[in-house]
């Protein structure tokens, strides 16, 4: 299938590695070029390297908790390739730790990245994008079912989900489109950092695996496939929905 992505510009964030860094793969792979944004100045250069360079692929510093960050990248997307077709904006998770034994401080932190930071980035690209343009929210399955130990995440993603699918009704009569990601457990270094947390990473993945269908982690290259299609053309009639990419994980029809 021609997904229609030659040529194409999308801005990525948190795309240094992981999921993001896989969806950017996937798309410079089928003919598009890509502005990566991160925390990390040397991660973010090194990943925009290895996508090809200043033709392919442009890295920025930058973070979605700094108000002028979407309209930074919005402009990179310009400056660089001269338009912009799409954005998948993506955080990293927020602590681990039961809802009830976070304090103020973290769930207040945890808002201002997690949740407003990404709604600020969504509708700052979405104004910016012509008709056919497309956003990918990379979320959680806990959206849908909270994960034991990730209060934090259980308490926002949902909130997220409500949110896309209000902003995706407001900008679907002008052609642009939301859709929300929901990976599972996928094997990225997020994912390392939670089995480490139990003491017995073995056990923890060996755990995580038997509750999956599939009966084994995720590839992120497997996510990435998933959230470049979305984001293309080929895609255009989907909008407004939450898309679980967790090997059928989750038990909700």
């Known amino acids: 299938m021609d997904l229609g992505l030659t040529d194409h510009v999308y801005v990525l964030t948190g795309a240094s590695r992981g999921l993001g860094f896989a969806t950017a793969q996937c798309l410079v792979a089928d003919g598009a070029r890509v502005v990566l944004s991160a925390r990390d100045p040397d991660a973010v250069a090194a990943a925009a390297q290895q996508l090809g360079g200043p033709e392919h692929a442009v890295g920025l510093t930058a973070d979605l908790a700094d108000p002028e960050t979407p309209e930074q990248l919005v402009a990179a997307a310009r400056e660089h390739f001269g338009r912009l077709d799409g954005a998948l904006i993506s955080v990293g998770g927020p602590p681990a730790g039961n809802a009830a034994a976070i304090s103020d401080e973290q769930w207040r ?47 926002l993603r949902p909130g997220l989900v409500g ?10 009569p002008r052609g642009v489109r939301v859709v929300g990601l929901l990976p599972g457990r996928i094997l990225t270094d997020r994912n390392r950092e939670l089995f480490a947390a139990t003491g017995d990473p073995e056990r923890a993945r060996t755990e995580a695996e038997a509750a999956i269908p ?26 407004g929905i939450t898309l679980p990419v967790d090997g059928g994980a989750l038990r909700g029809l």
Do not use: C, M, Q, W
Request: aromatic share 8%.
């Open 163 to 172: 949110a896309a699918k209000d902003i995706a009704d407001d900008y679907g």
């Open 214 to 239: 599939l009966r084994r982690l995720g590839d992120p290259a497997e996510f990435g496939r998933v959230a470049a299609f979305v984001l293309s053309p080929a895609a255009s009639y989907l909008t």
């Open 109 to 155: 932190l945890s808002f201002e990245t997690v949740f407003l930071g990404t709604i600020r980035a969504v509708r700052t690209v979405a104004a910016a994008l012509p008709e056919g343009g497309a956003i990918g929210l990379v979320l959680s399955t806990s959206a849908r079912g909270p994960v034991p130990g990730l209060g934090i995440s259980n308490g």
